[in-house]
Nanobody, 124 residues
């Protein structure tokens, strides 16, 4: 059974940091790029960041560039999202996904597997 399990979300003050994790199982992790998307209440799901199968290429949305770092550990089948200088507008449910576009992808339709999401709330 394919599983993607996010963790690390929570409630933080603006300006603080969080690190999200996504643990994968049931598929060939290193044969997929990985990405993070988020969805705020009343808004469409939006792309945050992606990383290639080998970790050599990354993509960032303009809204988070400079504040966020994506990384992966293929030995642990885990992808991470380090978020710094958080803003109230970062409040959303964050989802981890896997794509067969191995160089990384920013389109939701290119992702094959999804996790259940983890909630991030930033208070101002």
């Amino acid at each position: 059974q394919v599983r993607l399990v996010e963790s690390g979300g929570g409630l933080v003050q603006a300006g603080q940091s969080l690190r999200l994790s996504c643990a994968a199982s049931g598929f060939m992790f290193r044969s997929h790029s990985m990405g993070w998307f988020r969805q705020a209440p009343g808004k469409e799901r939006e792309f945050v960041s992606a990383i290639s199968w080998n970790g050599e290429s990354t993509i960032y949305a303009d809204s988070v560039r400079g504040r966020v770092t994506i990384s992966r550990d293929n030995a642990k089948n885990t992808v991470y999202l380090q978020m710094n200088k958080l803003k109230a507008t970062d409040t959303a449910v964050y989802y981890c996904g896997a794509s067969t576009v191995i160089v990384g992808a920013s389109l939701e339709s290119l992702y094959k597997y999804w996790g259940q999401g983890t909630q991030v709330a930033v208070s101002s």
